[in-house]
């Protein structure tokens, strides 16, 4: 199974799938698979090896575990709560896969390697934004946002590594803590944790 095949059926799970942990599982092997490729890119640079090892940790390791936690002791963080019913997200999803392998023919991106998965990772993420109801479902979706920037700027700016692994680094502390910890507060006073209820909040 290749790569592409992999984020392809990881993609159609953040977007189809309703249950949190299943979800965390896709963002998992999204997070893998752009770790092996940007990996490449800081072997011989030995600060840019240490942010990305500081960043894979966060968004490989710490980051599930923190969302997979929350949503072991809070029921309502279970579910996603897709605000379409299934058949639409499956249009969804074939429009994105469909859609993705017509950007490498566009001509400021053709030279890009790998632009189609890369454009098919950020419009699952923005799938996931806008689909899903959970509040928790904002963070995942930030998380493979952050995935396919990351793998945007290894792509297309190998020589910069420590740039885009410092880039990278910082997107997972603010998405993964500031995120986390913004929902565990949100929760307190709206336990369904649904995105509707933030129309209540007052400054």
């Given at each position: 199974m290749t790569f592409e095949l992999?984020?392809?059926?990881a993609g159609a799970v953040l977007v189809l799938d309703t249950?949190?942990?299943r979800v965390v599982v896709a963002y998992v092997v999204v997070v893998a698979i752009v770790g092996h490729f940007a990996a490449a890119s800081t072997l011989h640079a030995p600060l840019a090896l240490a942010f990305f090892s500081i960043s894979f940790f966060l968004k490989a390791i710490v980051a599930p575990i923190g969302i997979w936690t929350f949503a072991r002791r809070n029921a309502a963080a279970r579910n996603l709560r897709p605000a379409v019913d299934l058949p639409i997200r499956?249009?969804?999803?074939?429009?994105?896969?469909?859609?993705?392998q017509y950007v490498p023919h566009?001509?400021?991106?053709?030279?890009?390697?790998?632009?189609?998965?890369?454009?098919?990772?950020?419009?699952?993420?923005?799938?996931v934004l806008v689909i899903h109801r959970n509040l928790l479902a904002q963070v995942i979706g930030l998380l493979v946002l952050s995935a396919g920037v990351t793998?945007?700027?290894?792509?297309?700016?190998?020589?910069?590594?420590?740039?885009?692994?410092?880039?990278?680094?910082?997107?997972?502390?603010v998405v993964t803590f500031i995120g986390l910890t913004l929902?565990?507060?949100?929760?307190?006073?709206?336990?369904?944790l649904d995105i509707e209820s933030l129309r209540s909040l007052r400054g």
């Open positions: 992999l984020i392809l059926v249950s949190t942990s499956l249009v969804v999803v074939l429009a994105l896969a469909f859609g993705s566009v001509p400021g991106l053709a030279p890009i390697p790998m632009v189609g998965t890369i454009a098919y990772i950020m419009l699952c993420s923005f799938a793998l945007a700027a290894v792509m297309s700016a190998p020589q910069l590594p420590e740039a885009v692994e410092l880039g990278a680094t910082f997107d997972a502390l929902v565990r507060a949100f929760l307190t006073h709206h336990p369904l």
